[in-house]
């Protein structure tokens, strides 16, 4: 932490009392004053650079994202033959029997759009068990071999409850869990290297804080060893893996914790699967799959039972929903334990297809709409097929959220994608591609404007975490996480925001001697 002055810059507060300033003040980790200089810190010219609240991620995968950089790349490969190429030059590197790991493959891209045939990757790798996670990571394309090392039967696996197997070589959601635990061991160091290397990149990205979309009891110790060894860059809110009871009797117990760069008072569950991989529960049969409306993942019994614990225990309760079955099936439940409007802040993460009649149980009960607008415009383009055109009015509502009065925390849910915020934001006030397409949006009735989608990644998601009264604003007493860019993304041409840079992040007052690039 250190002492210093920000002047000649345009500093876009979000705080009501003074929208705009030219010059702030930071001391021990906090901004201590605006339009006004101390004369004994150091003085930083902007240059009239932008300067934002830190952007928050309201969902991130520290873990994930670090561990998808040490396995085979497949995301954007447009065809099977680009796939085969890239598993073979990893078959030169590696020995028989070892497990292939990969990431990122989506059968949307191919020229057939369907799901590949099981003979492909066991002609590719006989003698390899492979282990392909889609894109949204609820899917995995295995080979025989892995098969086998699970001592399970094809049929076996597609009877597991909230799971399904395509083609005898695709696991829905609860069918790849027979292959979780046959995968290589993730040892401490490993782990901590991955969240080091996430968090990290993170920050390059201009990202001064992220919740963490499911912690297991080994991402709690590496991201509290971090911390303690002061190499963790950002500020990180976790939610809880909701499938370990014990991590959450521990905490259920313990209470809430709390740090300067880490929170933990919330878990995380999930509903449904995802539309890519038609496991998103729906009401209503998939257009392009007439005897499938998805899965439910968890009991009512389960599900009643974990929020009734999130409640006693006042922990934030953070559910996956994509689907309309899926969103309503989490409503209901929610209802049923809040009962009325509260400060609770339960969410919905995604809340990506919700019809007319659940917004409004949305408001009634005040759950959050915990959003990334990427997932919009990366989905736009096979949406008709899957869900049909009478559907596609309830996908990503943002403006409809916003218009019942709610606060939506807006996230990437990276490494699905790739986590840049302004990437997020352009898809918010856009709802198109990076090549503009379509012309005037995807479901246009449904795009935000700009201060309503800086607020999603900054007041709105610390909002989301109980941290409103700290973070997400520029004033005095708040903490200095600051973003700073070189172009006014609330006025320059939508397609500039894509080539804006971050000149800078700032996380607790800390800034090194790359500031002196503007």
């Not at 996956?320 to 009962?339: E, F, K, T």
């Not at 409004?360 to 990334?372: C, E, G, R, T, V």
């Not at 959220?401 to 849910?413: A, E, R, V, W």
């Not at 990644?457 to 409103?468: H, I, K, N, P, S």
Request: proline share 3%; glycine share 8%; with cysteine.
């Amino acid at each position: 932490m250190q002492s210093f002055n920000l002047i000649n810059g345009n500093i876009i507060t979000l705080n009501d009392n003074e929208p705009i300033v030219n010059s702030l003040s930071v001391d021990k980790g906090k901004i201590i004053s605006l339009n006004k200089t101390i004369s004994k810190f150091k003085t930083i010219d902007l240059n009239r650079a932008t300067v934002i609240p830190g952007f928050i991620d309201a969902h991130f995968h520290l873990k994930n994202y670090g561990k998808r950089l040490d396995q085979v790349d497949l995301k954007g490969l447009k065809s099977l033959d680009e796939i085969q190429g890239v598993l073979e030059n990893k078959l030169q590197s590696i020995d028989d029997g070892q497990w292939i790991l990969g990431f990122g493959w989506d059968q949307n891209l191919w020229q057939e759009k369907k799901f590949p045939d099981k003979n492909f990757l066991n002609y590719i790798a006989p003698k390899n068990p492979v282990y392909l996670t889609r894109i949204d990571g609820h899917s995995a394309w295995v080979n025989n071999s892995a098969i086998q090392l699970t001592g399970n039967t094809v049929s076996k696996l597609n009877d597991v409850d909230g799971g399904q197997v395509i083609n005898d070589c695709i696991m829905i959601d609860n069918s790849m869990n027979s292959f979780k635990h046959l995968l290589p061991n993730e040892e401490l160091s490993q782990i901590k290297k991955w969240i080091l290397t996430a968090a990290q990149n993170a920050y390059k990205m201009g990202i001064t804080g992220v919740h963490d979309a499911w912690q297991d009891r080994k991402t709690v110790q590496a991201i509290e060893e971090l911390i303690d060894e002061k190499k963790f860059p950002i500020r990180c809110y976790g939610m809880l893996a909701g499938n370990d009871d014990k991590l959450l009797d521990q905490y259920f117990n313990s209470g809430h914790y709390h740090n300067e760069y880490y929170t933990i008072r919330s878990v995380k569950a999930f509903i449904d699967g995802a539309l890519g991989s038609r496991g998103a529960a729906l009401h209503e049969p998939y257009c392009d799959d007439s005897n499938n409306c998805g899965l439910i993942l968890i009991t009512n019994e389960r599900f009643s039972d974990l929020a009734q614990q999130c409640f006693k225990n006042n922990f934030q309760l953070n559910t996956h929903a994509i689907g309309d079955r899926g969103n309503h099936y989490v409503l209901n439940h929610y209802g049923s334990v809040l009962s009325k409007k509260n400060n609770r802040r339960w969410r919905i993460e995604h809340a990506q297809m919700v019809a007319d009649e659940d917004v409004l149980l949305f408001k009634k009960y005040n759950i959050l709409p915990s959003m990334q607008p990427s997932h919009c415009t990366s989905d736009m383009n096979w949406l008709p097929d899957r869900i049909g055109n009478h559907r596609l009015k309830l996908i990503s509502r943002w403006k409809t959220f916003i218009d019942q009065g709610l606060k939506i925390p807006g996230g990437s849910d990276c490494p699905i994608e790739t986590g840049n915020p302004l990437f997020e934001f352009y898809a918010a006030i856009t709802r198109q591609d990076h090549a503009g397409y379509p012309i005037h949006g995807f479901q246009p009735q449904e795009k935000i404007n700009r201060l309503n989608a800086l607020q999603m990644f900054t007041t709105w998601a610390a909002y989301g975490g109980f941290d409103e009264q700290r973070r997400g604003k520029i004033d005095i007493g708040f903490d200095a996480d600051l973003t700073i860019l070189d172009n006014d993304i609330l006025t320059v041409e939508s397609k500039d925001i894509l080539n804006s840079k971050i000149l800078y992040t700032i996380v607790n007052g800390y800034i090194d001697n790359n500031i002196n690039q503007l």
